[in-house]
């Protein structure tokens, strides 16, 4: 079975440009999470799918941030423009039902963002 | 809300040393807790949990104790190896409110020969 994987590993970037980072899940996954670790502090949740459905974008930080999830399988996560601010390491996660007790998630490498 | 204090990094030991990293939380319902472990260059990975108070959580000679009354998770090792050098991330997911895990800050852990 293929795990959660992403694209890119790293990207480096100037502030005002965009940046589109993609997470496959695991297939048969429908819950599909993004988080994001600045350097050295917690990783902070961004939102979460539950099949191609926003389930809670609470932790998106501003509308420079775009995720979808067309069809339910992929997803992108677009920043437009980037900001100095927006780089960190950007993980995807999928699980198969909601929830973490019986159902822990599988993250991918991460795409590591810099943006100069 | 929920959170997660983890020790700050790095912890340096020397192979076969003895490791605690500690973990506290708040949680506003009863939650579960997680140890995920990410090595060099790969995504993070469920190491243990504990989904009640007094459970204890065990994977590969690690060990964490749900403490409801210090509300700690603490991670422990008798034995640590070289190959253990990671950075560990302490978690909670509240079943009762919000299912999606909140995260510590991580604590690197640089075992040398």
């Known amino acids: 079975e293929a795990g959660v994987t992403q694209f890119p590993s790293h990207s480096v970037i100037e502030k005002g440009q965009t940046v589109t980072l993609r997470c496959d899940p695991i297939?048969?996954?429908?819950?599909l999470y993004w988080y994001r670790r600045v350097m050295g502090k917690e990783i902070k949740f961004l939102l979460h799918?539950?099949?191609?459905?926003?389930?809670?974008e609470s932790g998106m930080p501003n509308n420079r941030f775009l995720a979808e999830r067309t069809g339910g399988t992929y997803s992108t996560l677009k920043v437009q423009p980037a900001e100095l601010e927006d780089s960190g390491v950007y993980f995807c996660?999928?699980?198969?039902?909601?929830?973490?007790?019986?159902?822990?998630?599988?993250f991918g490498n991460g795409t590591r963002l810099t943006v100069t | 809300g929920n959170s997660v204090t983890q020790m700050e990094g790095p912890v340096t030991l020397s192979e076969e040393a003895f490791l605690t990293i500690n973990c506290t939380y708040t949680?506003?319902?009863?939650?579960?807790l997680f140890w995920y472990v990410q090595y060099p260059g790969e995504g993070l990975q469920l190491l243990l949990k504990?989904?009640?108070?007094?459970d204890k959580g065990s994977n590969k000679g690690f060990e964490a104790t749900y403490r409801k009354e210090t509300t700690s998770f603490h991670l422990e090792k008798g034995s640590v190896q070289v190959s253990d050098s990671a950075v560990y991330f302490c978690?909670?997911?509240?079943?009762?409110?919000?299912?999606?895990?909140?995260f510590g800050r991580g604590t690197s852990l640089i075992v040398h020969p």
């Open positions: 996660a999928s699980s198969q039902d909601r929830g973490s007790n019986n159902s822990p998630l599988h």
């Open positions: 297939s048969g996954h429908d819950n």
């Open positions: 799918f539950v099949k191609e459905s926003k389930q809670d």
């Open positions: 949680a506003t319902g009863y939650p579960s």
């Open positions: 504990a989904t009640k108070a007094d």
């Open positions: 978690a909670l997911s509240d079943q009762g409110g919000s299912y999606i895990p909140t």
